[in-house]
């Protein structure tokens, strides 16, 4: 069953720091570019950094210099290292894997996890 599982939010003071974890399951890892993306309440969901097997990386422009996104193929999981947090990084972090075979389009989504910037 292919699944990507994330891990690693929480609660974090205005100028902190968290780690995110994806980790992918039943997946030919090379296969799928991998990203996150973030949704706060009454907002919609939007890309927050992505990075392809070679591990090319592009950032929304409001993490740029403040996020690092990238990716362990032995381990099978990606991660986003989050510095300088904001209130406004406040939201739901969901993990996605978009297959770059154009054959088959297939895409999964995480469950999603809480970050909660606050002081």
């Known amino acids: 069953q292919v699944q990507v599982v994330e891990s690693g939010g929480g609660l974090v003071q205005p100028g902190g720091s968290l780690s995110l974890s994806c980790a992918a399951y039943?997946?030919?890892?090379?296969?799928?570019?991998m990203g996150w993306y973030r949704q706060a309440p009454g907002k919609q969901r939007e890309l927050v950094a992505e990075i392809t097997p070679g591990s090319s990386t592009n950032y929304a422009n409001f993490v740029k210099g403040r996020f690092s996104i990238s990716r362990d193929h032995l381990k099978k999981t990606m991660y986003l290292q989050m510095n300088s947090l904001t209130p406004d990084d406040t939201a739901v972090y969901y993990c996605?894997?978009?297959?770059?075979?154009?054959?088959?389009?297939?895409?999964?989504w995480g469950q999603g996890t809480q970050v909660t910037v606050s002081s």
């Open positions: 996605n894997a978009r297959s770059i075979d154009l054959r088959d389009s297939l895409t999964y």
């Open positions: 039943g997946m030919v890892f090379s296969m799928y570019v």
